[in-house]
């Protein structure tokens, strides 16, 4: 039995683990397999080879995702040096046999771990000896491997050679099936590559080569990490905006591809793209796989970036009569951000939004944000962003909200987030009534027209077993024109610990998905009791369920049409609030009871398209008529 050494550190693990919750960065372990020897040292270095010896690197490769040489030391492997990774803590290089054989399931490419900046240069000619070792960047997440040589000696036989022509993706070579089935063991490991049958072989049997794409479509804007995302395919669901559309667990987007850049951004600046901008001329790089987004181009080439002047939205404006209600998670804003963010996240409120008669936050942090000394109460935090509001030419915004246990409800530790209402008292009113707190579930008395809440505002079964360290839902009674309206803010647990669709393991685990159907039942139970005390009871129910329109989540929660999801009633290309691994997707929703018939509802898209955000998610706004 193999055991794992301690983990090889990646660039952007080292990166990203830094900002993530502790749940999802305990999620991102990095394991190589396997070990250099049983005790755990280092294998000496081999002598530089002299001669090619008896493999190539499709002999390396192999026809599965595991080479039949894992473990084993090879000498005199001999390639062209294409693509040097020179930065960051994964240094080395990927070099490609000129020489292919016939199997189009077996690489020509593999990545050369050095673990310092390489020596060699593009277009040498070289021989490597070292071991042969699969790479899982993310192995207990379910990350797939990558195929490396360790521990190398080079020797460079000449330089200047010209490349291995790129392999092009597009449309016509990827297959419009995603994943295989599992073997024995739950994974596709060992699974016998089939490139012309399903996207994730395709993509394996070329790994470490060189690949190219061509006026390419951006479909993830650049991110902090100078990543973006691209459509290798054309025929993948196109939304409105230009991203690509995330539409069922059946049938993942087949054409999702990362590209990053092998020159620091010091030496060569990395486009700043956003949805629906192109990469035009051509993109060539290897094939590398990350544990943050799957198979990615490693451009020592970059395509030209055409600006296609993606507008942030602004949302209609609403009639006198009109009830507007908003949803907005503004990621974790707290006292302790600069103004610029409060500025930012305030004109979306008041220009995109056109300053919503109620508005639920989700992930307002506590005074101090991620400072853990027990600090619970948001006070400053929301009255700085009242002052940035009013700034920004908006209403005079009140609010009303529950402070929660500390450490017990899940996001950044010592961040506190919770839920919180704005609300415009010159438009609506918050019947405030006492007796809301952390632990206090909220009940409902009376019947018909005098069906009102316990406590106003109050958290829904807030010790409950389904919000265990997650956000408990808020919710509050308002009063418009004379009519009652139940108002729910939801922030359901996230995703972290789910495996990915790009995963070994198929079909992937939705671990976190457990707890959320809990969630979506414990809520669905107290509408009912609502609706039971008055059937017609205008409630609306909104926020970050972190997940999907057809997700189980949202089937128990719309059980028995105590609530309708209005994501469904828009266009199918304008369905989506949040873009992840190039799919745009729906994580946050507006859902109505039956009474609320007249519902204009609208996905306001000025964050997630766009490199430039003041929150990772887009907000939403509803208008009813009570």
Known sequence: ??????????????????????????????????????????????????????????????????????????????????????????????????????????????????????????????????????????????????????????????????????????????????????????????????????????????????????????????????????????QDQRSKRGGVLYESYREPNVGRLMVQQQAPVSQQPFPVANVGDELTGTTTGPLDYNAFGGYTLVAGTMGTLKDNHLQREVTAKAGERELTIATYNVENLAATNPDAKFAELAQGVVTNLRSPDIVALEEIQDDNGAKNDGTVDASQTVAKFLAAIKAAGGPAYEWRSVDPQDGKDGGEPGGNIRQVFLFNPQRVSFTDIPGGNATTAVGVTGTGAATALTASPGRIEPTDEAWTNSRKPLVGQFSFRGQKVFVIANHFNSKGGDQGIDSRFQAPTRSSEVQRIKQATVEQAFVAKLLAADKEARIVSVGDYNDYQFSPALAALTKDGVLRDLVNELPETEQYSYVYQGNSQVLDHILVSPEVGYAKYDVVHINAEFAQQASDHDPQVVRIKP
């Open 1 to 234: 039995m193999t055991t794992a050494p301690a983990p090889r550190p990646r660039r952007a693990a080292l990166l990203r683990a830094a900002i993530l919750p502790a749940a999802l960065a305990a999620s991102l372990v990095l394991v190589p397999l396997p070990v250099a020897n049983a005790a755990g040292a280092a294998t000496p270095a081999p002598p530089a080879p002299t001669e090619a010896g008896s493999l190539r690197i499709h002999d390396i490769q192999g026809a599965t995702r595991i080479s039949p040489q894992v473990g084993k030391p090879v000498t005199g492997v001999p390639g062209i040096v294409t693509g040097l990774r020179a930065y960051g803590s994964s240094k080395g290089f990927w070099m490609q046999d000129p020489n292919p054989d016939a199997d189009p399931a077996t690489s020509e490419g593999i990545f050369v771990f050095t673990g310092a900046a390489p020596t060699v240069k593009v277009g040498d000619s070289v021989l490597v000896s070292g071991k042969v070792t699969e790479y899982y960047p993310n192995y207990s997440g379910g990350s797939q491997s990558v195929t490396e040589l360790s521990g190398p000696a080079v020797t460079v036989v000449s330089s200047g050679n010209p490349l291995p022509a790129p392999v092009v993706v597009d449309t016509r070579d990827i297959p419009g099936t995603y994943a295989p089935s599992a073997g024995p063991d739950g994974t596709v490991d060992s699974v016998p590559l089939n490139p012309e049958k399903y996207a994730l072989d395709f993509y394996e049997s070329l790994e470490g080569m060189l690949v190219q794409v061509k006026d390419v479509r951006v479909i993830q804007a650049t991110d902090k990490y100078n990543e973006l995302w691209v459509a290798a395919d054309r």
